[in-house]
């Protein structure tokens, strides 16, 4: 049967806004002019993801042709596809990711690169089973866990992680599995919002906030999109002192990620993930083995130094880094989304 041809989708307009209809930044190999520009400005392509520090981590791994490694977080590849270019064709590289939508479509994207089976595996599954992953797979000479929520999520709205997108308030990493952040919010008190907001995201006004989403879900409104979100929040801090207009609009800015982050954090259990990883970090790792973690806050930056240095008294890791790796000033620029990270390495005895 002959198929059908398929009409990309009409947009309104000289350039297209919505997500879906960004087809030059969805086919990078096909518009690499138009992702190059996007790129130059500063900004993120559609559907695309822009690693943050790769020198920095490569210095840190020192990965040599023959060794074996593990990337617990894959998303978009592109540190997989510098940490394979270091092994020259030869050792083998392991990678994991929650995400069904996002993996099968990187591991295309490597597979088109040369990158296969006989150098490469990729395996769905929640770095929080790293004892499992190492125990059937290990040990690992050098080992990278980049703790950010991919491009492609975010700017994706059917996944609800970002307040600027109109979509339903999923937030969930793996969406074939667990509870969105809508149905959480139906499920607990105002009490217990107000604390995961000021414990996943040190939200200066918690009480407000969660007073106003649960005054609106009584009166009947349903917060089941991040519109309606960060609407209720927006309306918590207009209700505030007056403020000028630009730090008004930073504020509500900045609040929205704040929130939409400390949801994130609880609908993917992300500090307990985050434990049970670093629990089992030491038994994965080969003698003299390095390790860099990308944390993006200060809540997963705590556990990770505090795990670090723990394991450097016990004697188990042989050095560590004593302050934080930031990426550089001109990085920054060129990608926004690299200003909150920070850098960890250490080194198993």
Same mark, same amino acid.
């Given at each position: 049967?002959?198929?059908?041809?398929?009409?990309?989708?009409?947009?309104?307009?000289?350039?297209?806004?919505?997500?879906?209809?960004?087809?030059? +930044?969805?086919?990078?190999?096909?518009?690499?002019?138009?992702?190059?520009?996007?790129?130059?400005? $500063?900004?993120?392509?559609?559907?695309?993801?822009?690693?943050?520090?790769?020198?920095?981590?490569?210095? @840190?791994?020192?990965?040599? *042709?023959?060794?074996?490694?593990?990337?617990?977080?894959? =998303?978009?590849?592109?540190?997989?596809?510098?940490?394979?270019?270091?092994?020259?064709?030869?050792?083998? &590289?392991?990678?994991?990711? @929650?995400? #069904?939508? +996002?993996?099968?479509?990187?591991?295309?994207?490597?597979?088109?690169? $040369?990158?296969?089976?006989?150098?490469?595996?990729?395996?769905?599954?929640?770095?929080?089973? &790293?004892?499992?992953? =190492? $125990?059937?797979? =290990?040990? %690992?000479?050098?080992?990278?866990?980049?703790?950010?929520?991919?491009?492609?999520?975010?700017?994706?709205?059917?996944?609800? %992680?970002?307040?600027?997108?109109?979509? #339903?308030?999923?937030?969930?990493?793996?969406?074939?599995?667990?509870?969105?952040?809508?149905?959480?919010?139906?499920?607990?008190?105002?009490?217990?919002? +107000?604390?995961?907001?000021?414990?996943?995201?040190?939200?200066?006004?918690?009480?407000?906030?969660?007073?106003?989403?649960?005054?609106?879900?009584?009166? $009947?409104?349903?917060?089941?999109?991040?519109?309606?979100?960060?609407?209720?929040?927006?309306?918590?801090?207009?209700?505030? #002192?007056?403020?000028?207009?630009?730090?008004?609009?930073?504020?509500?800015?900045?609040?929205?990620?704040?929130?939409?982050?400390?949801?994130?954090?609880?609908?993917?259990?992300?500090?307990?993930?985050? +434990?049970? %990883?670093?629990?089992?970090?030491?038994?994965?790792?080969? *003698?003299?083995?390095?390790?860099?973690?990308?944390? %993006?806050?200060?809540?997963?930056?705590?556990?990770?130094?505090?795990?670090?240095?723990?394991?450097?008294?016990?004697?188990?890791?042989?050095?560590?880094?004593?302050?934080?790796?930031?990426?550089?000033?001109?990085?920054?620029?060129?990608?926004?989304?690299?200003?909150?990270?920070?850098?960890?390495?250490?080194?198993?005895?």
């Amino acid at each position: 049967m002959e198929q059908q041809h398929k009409r990309r989708v009409r947009y309104s307009g000289t350039h297209p806004k919505r997500f879906e209809e960004k087809y030059k +930044e969805h086919n990078p190999q096909k518009y690499a002019d138009t992702v190059a520009k996007v790129i130059q400005k $500063g900004s993120t392509p559609a559907g695309m993801h822009i690693s943050i520090m790769v020198k920095e981590i490569l210095d @840190v791994l020192q990965i040599k *042709p023959g060794e074996k490694g593990l990337d617990a977080t894959l =998303g978009y590849g592109g540190h997989s596809r510098k940490m394979l270019e270091k092994l020259q064709g030869s050792g083998h &590289l392991y990678a994991l990711d @929650v995400d #069904p939508i +996002e993996i099968e479509k990187t591991k295309e994207r490597l597979a088109q690169a $040369g990158y296969t089976e006989d150098i490469l595996t990729i395996i769905q599954t929640n770095f929080a089973n &790293l004892a499992e992953v =190492g $125990g059937n797979n =290990g040990p %690992f000479d050098f080992l990278l866990a980049d703790l950010g929520v991919s491009s492609m999520q975010i700017d994706n709205p059917a996944r609800g %992680f970002s307040y600027k997108l109109d979509g #339903p308030l999923d937030l969930r990493l793996d969406p074939e599995h667990g509870q969105s952040a809508a149905e959480r919010l139906s499920e607990i008190s105002m009490e217990e919002f +107000e604390g995961m907001l000021i414990e996943n995201s040190d939200e200066p006004y918690a009480k407000e906030i969660a007073a106003e989403v649960y005054k609106r879900m009584r009166r $009947g409104e349903k917060i089941e999109t991040t519109r309606a979100l960060a609407q209720a929040v927006e309306a918590a801090l207009c209700a505030l #002192p007056k403020q000028k207009k630009e730090e008004q609009k930073e504020l509500i800015k900045k609040t929205n990620q704040r929130v939409f982050q400390a949801l994130r954090i609880d609908v993917n259990s992300e500090f307990e993930v985050l +434990e049970a %990883f670093l629990e089992a970090l030491p038994d994965v790792m080969a *003698p003299q083995g390095r390790i860099a973690i990308l944390t %993006f806050h200060s809540g997963e930056d705590r556990l990770v130094k505090k795990a670090f240095k723990r394991y450097y008294k016990q004697g188990i890791f042989s050095d560590i880094s004593q302050e934080v790796i930031r990426p550089s000033a001109e990085e920054c620029r060129a990608n926004g989304r690299a200003r909150s990270t920070k850098l960890r390495w250490a080194i198993k005895a």
